[in-house]
Structure formats: structure tokens, C-alpha cells
């Protein structure tokens, strides 16, 4: 059976005067923890141009079982700006 791996997505939206300070946390913190647990291939970040949430990350997971690790729980969610984030939707797809 061929392998198929599974995109995950999050928007957020974070007030103007935290965005420099998040950016670099997501940046240099979480997108590094993230890539280190098992389960989780590749990730980056985007804008969006219309609409929103205006942050997005779009990562590559292996499957159901990258939410299920020690390494991930112990990183989930936005860490020191968990209070300071707004409009917080997540998907995650399958090629179908």
C-alpha cells in the first residue's frame, strides 16, 4: 500500500503589536519543536491575502498518529501567546 501522508493546517489571527514577537517564536521555536516530533515531515508559513485568519501553517504529517506522541503533546499549541490568539481554525486533509 503506497503511503499517504496527511496535510495539517492552522489559522490564527494575533493583535499588530504581537505579530513581530509571535512570528518569531513560530519561527524559530515551534516550527523547530514541531519538526522534531515524530510524525511531522515538513512545515512553513503563509499570509493570507484575502479573508483570513492572516497566519497560516501548513504542515506535512504522516498520518492520525503524529497528534498521538509524548513529544507532540508536550509542544502543541502557541506556547506563550496562547492567550493572545484570535480566530484559531485547523483542518487537516487527505488527498482524496
Known amino acids: 500500500m503506497p503511503e499517504t501522508h496527511q496535510t495539517h493546517m492552522v489559522f490564527v489571527d494575533i493583535d499588530p503589536e504581537d505579530e513581530a514577537a509571535f512570528d518569531d517564536w513560530y519561527n524559530n521555536t515551534h516550527l523547530p519543536d514541531i519538526l522534531a516530533c515524530p510524525g511531522w515531515l515538513d512545515a512553513r508559513r503563509e499570509k493570507c491575502l484575502e479573508g483570513g485568519p492572516a497566519h497560516v501553517a501548513i504542515y506535512t504529517i504522516t498520518g492520525p498518529e503524529a497528534y498521538e506522541t509524548p ?11 496562547t492567550d493572545k490568539i484570535r480566530n484559531f481554525r485547523r483542518v487537516r486533509l487527505t488527498k482524496s
Open 71 to 81: 513529544e507532540f503533546a508536550a509542544i502543541k499549541g502557541f506556547g506563550p501567546f
